[in-house]
C-alpha cells in the first residue's frame, strides 16, 4: 500500500512526529506536555520507529494503537528485508542501528519479527484533509514535481531520497498544501516552499519534534 487517507476532522488534535528511532520514553513525555488524549487526539508519525534507540520494541507496538499512525521508513525497510533473508540485508540493518534485534529474548524476538513484517502493510504517503488545507506526509521525498493520489512514484526515493533537501531546492511540490518529511536530521524544523523537514535528531539529542497539523505548532 502506498498511499493512505485520513479524515483530519475527525479529531480534536493531530501531531506529526519525527524520527523516533526507539525513544519510546521521549515521545510519552512529549504527548504529557501537550495534553495528548489518547482518545480524541492523533499522532502521525515520518517513519523510521525503530533502531539507534533502546526501546526499539515499545516502539514497534504503536503500529497497533488506535491514536497513531506511521507511514514505513528506511528502517522498517531494512528490518523487514533482514528478517527476510535477502542477501547482505542483516548487515546493513545491523551496521545501521538493528543490532538490538539480535539481543532480544527468542519470545522477543519473535514478537519483534511478527511486527516487522507488519510494517510491509504501512504506507509510503499519508494523505489528512482538514477543512480546505491538504496535507501529506512520507518518510524522506516525494519523487515528482505535483502531488496526487495514487500516482506511482519510486518506492525507494519515498523512503531514502535526501537530493532535494542536501541541494537546499526550495521548489514546492504541487498538488498538496503542506508536505512533511523525517529521514535527514536537522538542528531545528526546517522549511523549504512548502515541504517540512521535522526530523530533529531524538536518539541523538533527546530533541524529538511533534509538529500540530490542525493547528500549526512545533513542540
Known sequence: MM???IEGNNYKKIFVLG?????????????????????????IAVGDL???????????????????????GNHEQMAI??????????IIWEYNGGNWYSQLQETEKREAKKLINQCMQLPLIIEVAINNTLIAIAHAD???????????????????NRSRLECNDYSNINGVD????????????????????IDTGAVFT?????????????V
Open 19 to 43: 524520527d523516533l528511532h526507539g525513544c519510546y520514553d521521549i515521545l510519552m513525555s512529549q504527548l504529557k506536555s501537550v495534553d495528548f488524549d489518547f482518545e480524541n487526539d492523533l499522532v
Open 142 to 160: 516525494y519523487p515528482d514535481s505535483t502531488y496526487e493520489f495514487n500516482k506511482s512514484v519510486s518506492e525507494q526515493k519515498i523512503i531514502w
Open 206 to 218: 533527546g530533541n524529538l519534534t511533534l509538529v500540530r497539523i490542525n493547528n500549526i505548532e512545533v
Open 81 to 90: 528485508d533482514a528478517v527476510n533473508g535477502v542477501l547482505d540485508a542483516s
Open 178 to 197: 503542506v508536505f512533511i518529511f523525517g529521514h535527514t536530521p536537522v538542528q531545528k524544523v526546517t522549511q523549504f516552499g512548502n515541504r517540512i523537514y
Open 50 to 72: 525503530i533502531d539507534r534507540g533502546n526501546q526499539n520494541l515499545e516502539c514497534l507496538r504503536l503500529i497497533h494503537q488506535k491514536w497513531f499512525r506511521t507511514v514505513r
Open 3 to 5: 498511499y493512505t487517507k
